[in-house]
């Protein structure tokens, strides 16, 4: 499997709330997490950041990515992913009551990979404007 076919993967099943669980299998155990983004300032391993996007898919059900651009830079390891995030959160498990508010959240991975499995993903995403979308800021 290429890294742009296993970014792929990582990719889908991260955004689809597949959690940790559904997501090692293409990633070094250790794997590493940035994001400069105070809701993620905390996050550090790519574990808890697979896990955390599942976790959103409670309060806003029916999140879901609309993908704008993938493509993979093989000479430096990377594969970068650039989408939407669209929600509405009508779920409980959110910081606050369900508001019934919507949200379009553009966002971009930046994948690296150490041989054939992701070691590093950083999110480049502007938190802020998400949870105001939302109701939750």
């Known amino acids: 499997m290429s890294q742009y076919e296993t970014a792929k993967a990582f ?3 991260c955004e689809t ?10 990633c070094h155990e250790a794997a590493t997490f940035a994001c400069q983004a105070d ?7 790519l574990a808890d950041y697979a896990d955390w996007m599942k976790g959103l898919l ?6 879901r990515y609309k ?22 959160q009508t779920g409980e ?3 606050v009551a369900p508001t019934g508010k919507a949200v379009v959240s553009h966002y971009a991975y ?10 590093h993903m950083t999110k480049i995403w502007n938190d802020v404007h998400a949870l105001r979308g939302l109701g939750w800021a």
């Open 58 to 63: 409670t309060p806003v059900p029916d999140g």
């Open 17 to 26: 709330g597949k959690g940790w669980e559904g997501c090692k299998s293409w």
């Open 67 to 88: 993908l704008a651009a993938f493509a993979a830079d093989e000479t430096r390891g990377t594969v970068v992913a650039a989408a939407e995030f669209h929600g509405t």
């Open 93 to 95: 498990g959110g910081p």
């Open 39 to 45: 809701t993620l300032a905390e996050t550090t391993t």
């Open 11 to 13: 990719f889908e099943a």
């Open 110 to 119: 930046v994948i690296q990979f150490d041989g054939d499995k992701i070691s």
